[in-house]
């Protein structure tokens, strides 16, 4: 059985092309996807092609991936962090 620590977390650190690292909350990552993905509708990736509402593609991509491809030489990556408090 998987341990319920595996599904908590404190945020998210997400490296984007160009940019220092940003750590970002859920909502606050959940909005950053949904702004690249407004820009990438013509060119949406298939598996997120079947939801027809952009806060749907953007929730699945947060659950389902760890990296949007910008186009070329740019890159948006994610990765769930857990703070451990002392």
Do not use: I
Not at 23 to 37: D, I, N, S
Not at 56 to 64: F, I, P, R, V
């Amino acid at each position: 059985m998987p341990d319920s620590l595996m599904y908590q977390s404190d945020g998210f650190v997400v490296l984007e092309s160009n940019q220092p690292e940003q750590f970002l909350t859920e909502a606050e990552l959940l909005h950053k996807l949904k702004a690249c993905l407004s820009q990438l509708q013509e060119e949406l990736p298939r598996d997120l092609q079947k939801f027809t509402t952009l806060e749907d593609q953007a929730k699945s991509l947060m659950e389902t991936s760890c990296e949007l491809d910008l186009g070329p030489g740019a890159f948006l990556q994610w990765y769930v962090v857990r703070l451990e408090k002392s």
